[in-house]
């Protein structure tokens, strides 16, 4: 069963390294002339910026990037000028939606002393070469003569999209290193690094961009993120960017960057609450060093709630964490039958809305509603798979529709409701069936199963678009037609993704055979009350019943049951009409259940009622 992990409280400073390096910067008194940080957010084009060179063959796309739009196959070059000190640090982030080779690649000038590169000195790095071993290319170039003086990893850039954010530092002395992060890593890694001191120059510099390319590629480059800075010593705390769930005595901690393995080492360094466990062992993945398992000795169990407590581990910058970081996880449950049921249909929706059902857990269960699907029984239209990543809480709700919009847009949602977008099987508008199942492997378990009709709908509505039906009673059963109603229009006609209007707790059982859970009702489709419930328990199986309304006078008025075979407990219930669906005058009326049993036994109970109005 897959596991869950999600941050419940992590007090410390929130700050991109972005905006970190500008405020250093600042603070050191470095000039920010020749050195610069570029995020391509500006809405100003980019011949106005401080970009120069082939500027016509780029452009500034709706992401936020910088992005080659050129006409026709070649090679452009942008630059800007730079100064850049002793110490430097290059950060940028490129994209190339193709697998690279020679005749379509990318080159980086860290820096430049002119642009004729037929004259020039500086260094560049490139990325592309024919077949599979694309990798980062570190190059010297003097007086217009270049040469590869070191290489990266083979292959790391052979895939498409051929994208990372890549890194460059140089300090005073000539050690150069080169580091790269994927998109879906934390951490940079070092690829490789070198000494190299030929080109000393570094005043009047010039940072350039350089794609090569054909004509199928000639929008096909993407750079962000490009900043050129002295570096800034790392004071930053580690954060915890990610908790991961191995198995029930496992989890993995996934951290912004490599930590003091010293610290780390520590179980006391770590907490598992309310159990108050500590790991007895902790092991780290040499591949990805800002990663460790925590190992414990007793097992998680399903659906319970544990917070994870970590405090005092530091980076290998000697930074400490400020203040304990918590998180909560928890394993999910596989659901059985009715741990989850269909709480509410919308199946005739207004025009241009569509259609949703609702799903309710009230069981003590966590439940991964992931991959259970929806099916319309009477129908030959496909059934649908949930997508969505979500765990149901005990007690939660939650309504799915292909069309999560139209939803909010008709009814009034509070913030509590839960509405996620789904694709349904088509339902028609006068019956049909909900059914959820889960499945596994290649069996198909049944969880909740509704058949619906119109005719179940309150019988007074003469337009009942827009109008979903809702359960009464979470613990009555989905096939009793009594135990469904339509939403109150006092609550907009439907209530998707939280507390039905029509919903009522079960009643505690009384001493009789039947009893009312509320004496007052009032049909007035307000959701306080609508219908008149009749409960009832009985001994044992195969009682017959007949329950009729009489009116104070003694008119019969209508006929709830007749020579039905009841179960040992259930509800029936009046929606204060007439048998011909007429209305009635506000007053008393009077149940009379008549009951016998194969056995001979027979019983017979009044109850009283009062049908109420508005003032």
Not at 99 to 128: C, H, V
Not at 281 to 294: A, D, G, Q, V
Not at 310 to 315: A, E, F, P, T
Not at 428 to 435: A, C, K, L, R, T
Request: one cysteine or more; aromatic letters at 12%; proline letters at 6%.
């Amino acid at each position: 069963m897959e596991s869950n992990f999600f941050l419940t409280l992590q007090k410390k400073m929130n700050m991109t390294k972005k905006t970190l390096i500008s405020i250093m910067l600042l603070l050191v008194g470095i000039p920010l002339s020749g050195q610069f940080n570029d995020d391509f957010n500006q809405i100003v084009p980019l011949s106005q910026t401080a970009w120069k060179g082939d500027i016509q063959d780029f452009v500034l796309n709706d992401s936020g990037q910088l992005q080659l739009k050129a006409p026709e196959a070649g090679s452009s070059l942008i630059y800007r000028k730079t100064n850049l000190p002793d110490s430097v640090e290059w950060n940028f982030f490129f994209s190339m939606d193709f697998s690279p080779s020679n005749n379509n690649k990318l080159r980086i000038y860290l820096q430049l002393d002119t642009l004729d590169l037929a004259m020039a000195s500086g260094y560049f790095i490139e990325i592309g070469e024919n077949g599979s071993e694309d990798k980062i290319k570190f190059a010297r170039i003097v007086n217009g003569t270049a040469l590869t003086i070191a290489e990266g990893t083979p292959g790391v850039f052979s895939s498409e999209p051929s994208e990372a954010y890549i890194r460059v530092t140089r300090n005073a002395q000539g050690l150069w290193k080169v580091y790269f992060r994927k998109l879906e890593e934390a951490i940079y890694e070092l690829d490789f690094e070198l000494f190299d001191s030929t080109v000393k120059r570094y005043f009047d510099q010039n940072f350039a961009i350089e794609c090569i390319y054909t004509s199928t590629r000639t929008s096909h480059f993407f750079f962000d993120d490009i900043s050129v800075s002295e570096p800034v010593p790392d004071q930053k705390p580690p954060i915890l960017l990610e908790g991961k769930l191995l198995s029930h005595t496992s989890l993995e901690l996934v951290f912004d960057e490599i930590l003091d393995k010293t610290s780390v080492s520590k179980p006391e360094h770590y907490q598992v609450e309310p159990d108050f466990q500590q790991p007895v062992e902790i092991s780290f993945n040499p591949f990805r060093p800002n990663r460790m398992t925590l190992h414990f000795a007793h097992p998680f169990i399903n659906s319970k709630l544990y917070t994870l407590s970590v405090h005092g581990l530091s980076d290998l910058g000697g930074n400490t964490l400020p203040e304990p970081i918590r998180y909560g996880f928890y394993f999910p449950e596989k659901p059985g039958y009715q741990d989850i049921i269909i709480n509410e249909i919308l199946f005739d929706p207004y025009t241009d809305g569509e259609d949703f059902i609702e799903i309710y857990n009230p069981s003590s269960k966590i439940i991964p509603l992931k991959g259970l699907i929806i099916k319309n029984s009477m129908s030959t239209s496909l059934p649908q798979k949930i997508s969505q990543e979500y765990d149901l809480f005990p007690g939660k709700y939650i309504a799915i529709s292909p069309d999560t919009h139209t939803i909010r847009q008709f009814y009034p949602l509070p913030d509590s409701a839960h509405v996620v977008f789904n694709a349904l099987p088509s339902f028609n508008n006068d019956q049909g069936n909900v059914s959820v199942y889960l499945q596994d492997g290649a069996i198909l378990s049944l969880l909740d199963s509704v058949d619906y009709h119109e005719d179940m709908h309150f019988s007074l509505i003469e337009n009942r678009e827009g109008i979903s039906l809702e359960r009464i009673y979470a613990t009555e059963p989905g096939y009793n037609k009594a135990n469904w109603q339509s939403a109150s229009s006092v609550f907009g006609n439907a209530t998707p993704g939280y507390r039905n209007s029509q919903f009522r707790l079960e009643s505690i059982t009384q001493d009789t055979l039947f009893w009312l859970e509320e004496a007052v009702f009032s049909p007035d489709q307000d959701g306080y009350f609508d219908n008149l419930v009749v409960q009832y328990q009985l001994p044992e199986d195969g009682w017959v019943g007949t329950l009729e309304v009489f009116s104070i006078s003694g008119q019969q008025i209508r006929t709830l049951v007749n020579n039905k075979l009841l179960g040992t407990k259930g509800i029936l219930v009046w929606d204060g009409l007439t048998e011909d669906g007429g209305l009635l005058p506000v007053g008393p009326y009077i149940i009379l259940a008549h009951l016998f049993h194969p056995s001979g036994k027979t019983a017979r109970q009044k109850l009283v009622c009062l049908l109420a109005g508005k003032l």
